[in-house]
């Protein structure tokens, strides 16, 4: 694979938020089922995913998704315990995995104990053991697909604007104490989210408009724009979030 980046990646323009979700669901089935072998994917927060968690939920999906060969990550969550309003963990628990035949082995939430170091520290360590080798290998994705989305301060997972976490290169997971936003993180980083077959941004809103289109221009300063993946990148948006670009079908 050559692999891509956010400004060549393709574009999918759909009608609402809910025709985000129904893509991606229907993106995860077939991918997931074509699979040979275990198929990882890493989750992420937010309002959109929320609404393919539940989706995936439903008897359509819950019935025919490959449950006991998927295996299930986290692209990044706030360093509070899953009974939170704020975990990702716990919101895709009771959205999603309390609702479908997933063996609880296949779900590898982030820690959310001890000290952040300690705990990123472990789950580069689960990875790791999901990989079978501590470094990652030109053509050997560990995700079959990320999930990603994007904030109006540019940032994606939990790689936040000007913190140290942008700049690490060798780590797997690194914690994030952002300055604008509350919480503690855990967060992959980009050369692991770029260890992977496909990342699919998943964009909606007006308010996104005007940071979708600075980071598909590859304006530096956004965390977003620094995003790799050695597969491909797509950007599922809605109409609002595409702003001018209302319409396409794709690019």
Known sequence: MGGQDVMTAREVVLET???????VADFLM?????????????L?????????????????YAGRFPWDRTEFFYGDDRFVPADSPDSNRGMVQSILFAHVPVPPENIHPMPD???????ARSYEAD?????????????KPLFDVVLLGLGENGHTASLFPRQPVLKEKTRWVAFCVPDDA?????TLTYPVIA????????????SKADVLSRVRAGDPAEPASHIRSD???MWIIDRGAAGQAEGKTGR
């Open 113 to 119: 104990r001890g000290e952040p170091d300690d705990a």
């Open 44 to 60: 992420s927060g937010g309002s959109t995913p929320r609404k393919l968690y539940a989706l995936m939920a439903k008897a359509g």
């Open 17 to 23: 938020p809910d025709a985000v979700a129904q893509y």
């Open 195 to 206: 260890s992977s077959r496909h990342v699919l941004f998943l964009v909606t809103g007006p």
């Open 127 to 139: 990875l790791q053991r999901a990989y079978g080798a501590d470094t990652l290998v030109a053509g």
């Open 231 to 233: 597969g491909e990148i």
């Open 30 to 42: 077939e991918k997931a089922c074509a699979a040979q072998g275990v198929f990882r994917i890493a």
């Open 182 to 186: 509350p919480h503690t993180r855990l």
